[in-house]
């Protein structure tokens, strides 16, 4: 797989220096998600404030593209609204449907838009989208206690 080089930095700084890789102790919602196809598990405490995306912690093992794709979004979406965070999600599922062929929006997305160039291989989407597919399932979850 090749990625531009600048991109690969920071999906490489992201694996090597993963941030909120620390399970909180309290949390609104446990989400626990897995891809078997390339073996990579994510579990993700999700904390919601006052509408507000309070906190994101996970703990996990797997790939470089499925650990440095939880980390960016794990600072990413800390402190943003629920309906902002929807806006990104959704920014990133449809990059990651592009097929390679959008750069994502460098505002929305910030360092995720460096795991563009994995839509252009489709084994790894689901790398990319596992964290992301965790927090989905963590805000309905803590959204209805
Ligand atoms: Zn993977």
Redesign the pocket.
Known sequence: MELDSLYQDIILDHYKHPQNKKLATSYDAQVHHI?PS???EITLNLTLKDGLVDCITWDGV??S??QASVSILSDLLKGKTISQAQIIQDEFLHLMQSKGSKDGSAELLEDAVALAGVSKYPA?I??AL?GWMAYKDAVVQAQSK
């Open positions: 891809n390339c073996g990579d797997g790939c593209i499925s790894r689901k790398c596992l």
